[in-house]
């Protein structure tokens, strides 16, 4: 049940319309049950992988939270730390690992009978894995008390907008708005509804529209022109950005329609100067557990530099791995990992000096850095990495075809660059909901134009959804 889709529109209003009458005890069940059918709708099946991942989670928090001894409370919170990802890993790493130890040893020669199984992936695994796991740890952490009402630990989990792709809430985040009643106001409604129509342009008219120059491209080769390679990784860039944000836009929409507050999971990350900056702008969710969960417990930054630079490595690494089971992810996450190492160095070595380079010297620069990750991202081998590598560096030349890809991409992201440049001068990612309302009535005209002129009528998944 996509977001843009008309199944989900129905479902939306039948479940909005029964929530608006409801208290707030009922309210809760009410998207509780909502939560349920939205993700059975995916696959029933993984609804029972959903109720006991949750109860065994929920139980943990409790269980950690009523011991006094430390050493069976930290026992219990391993315990559940290594459920989760043995679960995760199960349904997301396995067939990954397998393939990857028969290719190793077939090296030397020998054979490991090992099969491969065929499992279909959870939608949503790694993300609400991700979030109750936190809950475990944050109550270990003594940072929250746990909730005695299962129903209510089970909606923050599964609550429907940010289920499949997040963002990844904490408890203290979206918990305490399960547990207290929410009020629903016509201010948040109408923001809401912006967000919503904000979040479907980036995925109908922009990213979907840019998948028509990436695809092809990356389905080619193995013989490419370095220019249309270079398009094709500026027009992904805008397309897992708009496709990502998009989703995360209609979740923050859908939940001020119902009285709650979902967190900002994207700040105009290419607008970023440096890695650490992109970090602290794209997917902030994600970033924030990694930092929080993963980099501050192995010391972080406290340590030596080398021990620093290893955090780092160690939190990037299992962050690109995060986002799938390829050697392309891993690499990706080393690839950032690496820049944010060269970034301390480079700050901590430089001299001061009277002269700066201007702001948008250094975001150009970084973004172009930031899409030869996205190659490693995006290619579907590390063989078609090597190929498009080789294009980009001794096979560039414009010809009418990539003149006419490159002039495509501009069409299509020029409305959202406008808009972004609005947001970005006045530090205000509802920059155009707060416009005088002639100039939003011509905006929202153009961007329903576009969307229904040429946009992408067939609902099309979410890149995430695969993560």
Not at 55 to 76: G, H, T
Not at 173 to 201: A, H
């Amino acid at each position: 049940m996509l977001f843009n889709s008309l199944l989900f529109f129905v479902f939306f209003v039948l479940v909005y319309s029964g929530y608006l009458f409801l208290n707030h005890k009922w309210q809760n069940r009410w998207l509780l049950a909502a939560s349920c059918i939205f993700y059975g709708a995916w696959d029933w099946r993984f609804l029972a992988l959903l109720f006991v991942s949750t109860s065994l989670d929920y139980i943990f928090a409790l269980r950690v939270d009523e011991l006094k001894d430390p050493r069976k409370r930290k026992a219990f919170v391993v315990f559940s730390v290594v459920v989760n990802l043995v679960i995760l890993g199960f349904f997301k790493y396995f067939n990954f690992f397998i393939t990857s130890l028969t290719n190793f040893f077939s090296h030397f020669g020998i054979n490991l009978p090992l099969p491969a199984l065929n499992i279909i992936l959870p939608i949503g695994i790694s993300f609400y894995t991700f979030q109750s796991m936190s809950y475990v740890i944050d109550v270990y952490r003594q940072e929250i008390k746990p909730t005695r009402r299962w129903a209510d630990y089970a909606l923050f989990v599964s609550f429907f907008p940010h289920l499949v792709a997040g963002p990844i809430m904490r408890a203290k985040q979206l918990l305490v708005q399960v547990i207290e009643p929410r009020i629903v106001t016509l201010s948040k409604f109408y923001e809401g509804c912006f967000l919503i129509f904000w979040g479907l342009f980036e995925k109908i008219f922009v990213a979907d529209n840019l998948a028509k120059i990436v695809n092809p491209i990356f389905a080619g080769g193995p013989t490419y022109n370095g220019v249309e390679v270079l398009v094709a990784l500026y027009a992904f860039a805008f397309q897992i950005f708009c496709d990502f944000d998009g989703y995360s836009n209609m979740a923050r929409g859908l939940g001020k329609c119902l009285g709650f507050e979902i967190m900002i999971n994207f700040h105009l990350p290419y607008f970023a100067t440096n890695p650490r900056e992109f970090w602290q702008r794209w997917h902030i969710s994600l970033s924030t557990w990694l930092k929080d969960y993963l980099y501050v417990p192995l010391g972080g930054n406290r340590g030596s530099t080398l021990l620093t630079f290893r955090n780092l490595s160690v939190t990037m690494l299992l962050g690109g791995l995060w986002h799938g089971a390829s050697w392309t992810f891993v690499l990706w996450g080393a690839y950032h990992g690496l820049l944010l190492i060269g970034h301390r160095l480079i700050s901590s070595l430089r001299a001061p000096s009277n002269f700066a380079w201007p702001k948008i010297i250094k975001v150009v620069f970084f973004f172009h850095l930031v899409i030869l990750g996205w190659l490693l991202f995006r290619a579907q081998s590390l063989s078609q990495v090597e190929q498009m590598m080789h294009a980009l560096m001794f096979n560039f030349y414009i010809n009418k075809e990539s003149g006419f890809l490159f002039w495509k991409f501009l069409a299509i992201i020029s409305f959202l660059l406008a808009v972004q440049i609005g947001q970005y001068k006045t530090n205000d990612l509802m920059f155009l909901y707060r416009r005088h309302w002639v100039t939003k009535t011509i905006a929202y005209a153009v961007m329903m134009y576009l969307i229904i002129g040429w946009g992408a009528m067939k609902a099309e998944e979410f890149i995430y959804f695969q993560f």
